[in-house]
């Protein structure tokens, strides 16, 4: 009798072959950050220097531009000051194969200094690996929490693995 031990390595590749769902919202009813799909955009930078370990990086997935985060810990956008309070809600995005933690947090301008909330989505319902999610936040979720929707400036994202976003925008459901 002979015993034989056989290794096999292999790796999963966490980029996704299809771009995320293209936006049907008419650009009226848009505050685009972040979309190949509108033609204006408010987004001034994707990659501020925040101290974050996270590795930003704009990549092109079937022919549209994502915004990738390897080895997320957080990961911030900035935008100029933007009054979002007539939006109802604040889209994105998302992709993942390995993540297990994932908030969103919006960034204004407050009294004190900034205000921030985070939107936990690994814990919402609509949490999935493997596929594009297109997640639709209540903007009051964040006015409620104390947040001036008026002072709308930066996006931050926390979490682990490797996160894919598009299509970051403010819409009005009309």
């Known amino acids: 009798v002979t015993t034989s031990t056989v290794s096999i390595a292999f790796s999963i590749n966490p980029t996704p072959t299809t771009a ?16 190949d799909a509108y033609t204006t955009n408010i987004a001034s930078n994707l990659n501020p220097g925040w101290g974050q370990g996270t590795a930003m990086s704009e990549i092109e997935i079937a022919g549209n531009n994502t915004m990738e985060y390897a080895n997320l810990d957080y990961q911030g956008l900035e935008y100029p000051e933007t009054d979002v309070s007539a939006m109802g809600y604040l889209h994105i995005d998302y992709f993942t194969i390995d993540a297990t933690a994932l908030e969103f947090f919006l960034i204004t301008n407050g009294v004190d200094g900034t205000d921030e909330t985070a939107y936990d989505i690994a814990a919402s319902e609509s949490f999935a690996t493997g596929q594009w999610v297109s997640l639709d936040m209540p903007l009051t979720f964040y006015s409620d929490a104390g947040q001036d929707l008026t002072k709308a400036f930066q996006f931050k994202t926390e979490g682990n693995g490797t996160v894919y976003l598009d299509n970051l925008y403010f819409f009005n459901s009309g």
């Open 20 to 35: 995320a769902p293209t936006p049907t919202w008419e650009s009226d009813d848009v505050i685009s950050v972040y979309s």
